[in-house]
């Protein structure tokens, strides 16, 4: 990728599991599927905030194929969403761009149906939110749960932190296990001096 002049690192950041929590329902585990099911990420908010006081961007970069899938409508999806940064507010902390990949290659809904460049584990929308933001991905951190999160982010030329924890079904819980990172915690809060380190360094 080319550099781009003034360009800066940027603090890349997974959704479901990293800050909201994932949710055990019924049919097992999943991200939240209501707006009143969101909760926080007990801690996340300093993460954030942390990268807020310090101008490093937060850029969010989540899967969502529930619309898809059919599992919700788009408005449900955006309410989530919009819940997710709601709460995070609240306690001072903010999200500075958001990029999504709403599509999944085996959706129901046909206008979502596609083999896209998006979709964690490919790079996509971190490379497009490189362009347009003017960030430096070699300065980069990709802060994720899942061993897709840190393939995209090692993908883009990111460092790579996983966040370990087993709210979610047993398979994908395994995987993060073993993923290849340059950095795993097991704790959020875990995120900051690893987070500081990078950017000292970069
Ligand atoms: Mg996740
Ligand atoms: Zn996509």
Redesign the pocket.
Known sequence: MKIVPGARGALYI?????INR?IKYAHGWD?PQKPQDVQLVKGIEKVISWANKQNIPVVEI?NQPGVAKRNMSQKTSDAIEGKVHQLLREKGAVIDNTYICFHHPQAIVSKLKKVCDCRKPKPGLLLKAARELRIDLEKSVFL???AN?VEAGRRAGCKTIIFIHNE?VEHKVEEAKYAKTDYKIVKISEAIPVIENIFKSA
Request: overall charge negative.
């Open positions: 997974d959704r479901d599991g990293v994932m991200c989540s994720g749960d899942k999160d979610d």
